[in-house]
């Protein structure tokens, strides 16, 4: 880790493979087209960073600080990416579609609260706790993911994907829901929120 601390500010086409980052504090660093293997950057500060089409495999990310870094077409796969505050990475300006994918990471507890990220993707995750209020989440993918407790309110999810998605809880008064997926069996949860009595 000494070695991105103290040499080159920006990293081109880099593989980084088992690093052990827990904790450290990584600033003004800008990574393009890298790709992070087995790496573990839990609690980790990354501060005033640029990741841009990077990809991270099965790596540690639980609690890292991302203060005014920016994600642009960034990649999670197979990744721990518990407690990550979204909000304090740098979005202003930010036009992209889908800038972050998370593929079967777990990211509980988490939030992406007041955030604007259509067609952001949430394939196959664990999102426990995780905060999607007030965040505009057009065209989102939540497809196989597990959102048990996780927070929806004034949530635009116009075209958002829960197809085998379980365990949302959507209040279909507070949320825009138009033209979302849902699966049948699952979109029963919508009804909770109408005040209904439901007989088998």
């Known amino acids: 880790m000494k070695q991105l601390i103290n040499t080159n500010k920006t990293f081109g086409n880099e593989i980084f493979i088992g690093l052990e980052c827990a904790k450290e504090v990584i600033s003004g660093k800008e990574f393009y087209d890298c ?19 990077c990809t991270f495999v099965a790596c540690d990310l639980n609690n890292v600080n991302v203060k005014n870094s920016k994600f642009l077409e960034v990649e999670f796969l197979d990744c721990k990416i518990i407690g990550v505050n979204w909000t304090l990475a740098y979005w202003r300006g930010m036009l992209l579609s889908a800038p972050l994918t998370f593929k079967r990471c777990m990211i509980n507890s988490s939030t992406f609260y007041g955030l604007s990220l259509e067609k952001i993707i949430f394939e196959g995750c664990r999102a426990h706790y995780v905060d999607f209020r007030e965040a505009n989440l057009n065209g989102a993918n939540f497809s196989h993911s597990d959102l048990r407790e996780s927070l929806f309110n004034n949530s635009n ?22 033209n979302a997926t849902f699966c049948r069996y699952e979109a029963i949860r919508l009804l909770s929120s109408l005040d209904i009595n439901l007989i088998d």
């Open 35 to 53: 790709r992070f293997e087995s790496c573990d950057f839990n609690e980790a500060q990354f501060l005033n960073c640029e990741f841009n089409n």
């Open 157 to 178: 999810l116009t075209n958002a994907n829960f197809k085998e998605a379980e365990n949302y809880d959507i209040n279909i008064k507070n949320n825009i829901i138009k």
